[in-house]
């Protein structure tokens, strides 16, 4: 098998897992069944594997080999570090402004459900880049179990945010089907770049250096409150769950 064929494969993969929950949902509400409440799920395992891994995908693969493309380049300026702190940051900004709004303004259902979409398919978009930027099996296939780990529980709460407010059910699927695509065309084109880099040799620096800082939001900050990194930090199980995600991708680096 390929690397493409690989890429190509956990695309389908994340396709699914991003589609099923949501569909799944979307189906029990409307025969009116009763759905738990997202704040009640919890898989503190999968979660603290996958903060793991994004973490060291972060600082172990992505922000080293976009700072080696940009002095190879003859850039000095931390110019990838930079890109990736405006990531995490933007991330930040966007979920203080959702919970900001849904705190006090709880009549604004809308426009937090739409504020969530679009910083979902900011993740999505982010994450899929990075699998298809990835230059070995191991990476590519590591980083989507992360992405999968998280993939059909965020699938799961976006469908219900969808329900909680007055969008048509027209725009309800169009939202979710984003949210849903994001990823895969983020793997499309990832590998799209990586193909392209003898014509453009900074695309492939620049997008590993926004997805690094997508991954080191969503493996510490991402969920504030609930993050895995803050809610199971006090569990020694969970800790060591993600510090053995962490160390993965540090082993995987010794070859990559």
């Known amino acids: ?3 493409t ?5 956990l695309t389908v993969l994340i396709l699914l897992a991003a589609c099923i ?4 949902t979307f189906y029990q509400i409307a025969k009116h069944m009763e759905i738990k409440p997202f704040s009640e799920l919890n898989y503190p395992v999968g979660e603290s594997l996958a903060s793991g891994i994004f973490l060291g995908a972060g600082l172990l693969h992505m922000l080293p080999d976009a700072a080696l493309s940009f002095t190879e380049a003859g850039y000095r300026y931390p110019f990838p570090f930079l890109m990736a702190g ?3 940051l933007f991330l930040l900004l966007l979920e203080h402004i959702a919970m900001a709004l849904k705190h006090r303004y709880s009549q604004l259902v809308d426009s937090i459900t739409l504020l969530t979409v679009t910083m979902l398919s900011i993740h999505a978009l982010l994450e899929g880049a990075a699998v298809g930027l990835a ?18 529980v965020a ?3 976006l469908s219900i945010q969808l329900h909680r407010g007055h969008l048509s059910f027209t725009a309800r699927i169009l939202a979710f089907s984003l949210f849903a695509i994001m990823t895969p065309i983020g793997i499309l084109c990832g590998d799209w770049i990586l193909s ?9 620096p620049i997008f590993s250096s926004l997805a690094a800082g997508t991954f080191l939001y969503i493996g510490t900050l991402h969920g504030l409150g609930r993050a895995s990194l803050i809610r199971h930090c006090c569990n020694m199980k969970e800790f060591f769950v993600m510090l ?4 993965l991708m540090a082993v995987v680096a010794i070859w990559t």
């Open 155 to 157: 699938s799961f709460a």
């Open 135 to 152: 230059l070995s099996f191991a990476t590519a296939l590591l980083i989507s179990i992360a992405i999968l780990t998280h993939k059909g």
């Open 244 to 247: 053995f995600g962490f160390s």
């Open 86 to 88: 405006i990531s995490f």
């Open 21 to 24: 929950p949501g569909i799944w």
């Open 196 to 204: 392209s880099t003898p014509h453009s040799p900074l695309l492939t």
């Open 5 to 9: 064929s690989l890429k190509l494969m």
């Open 1 to 3: 098998m390929t690397l």
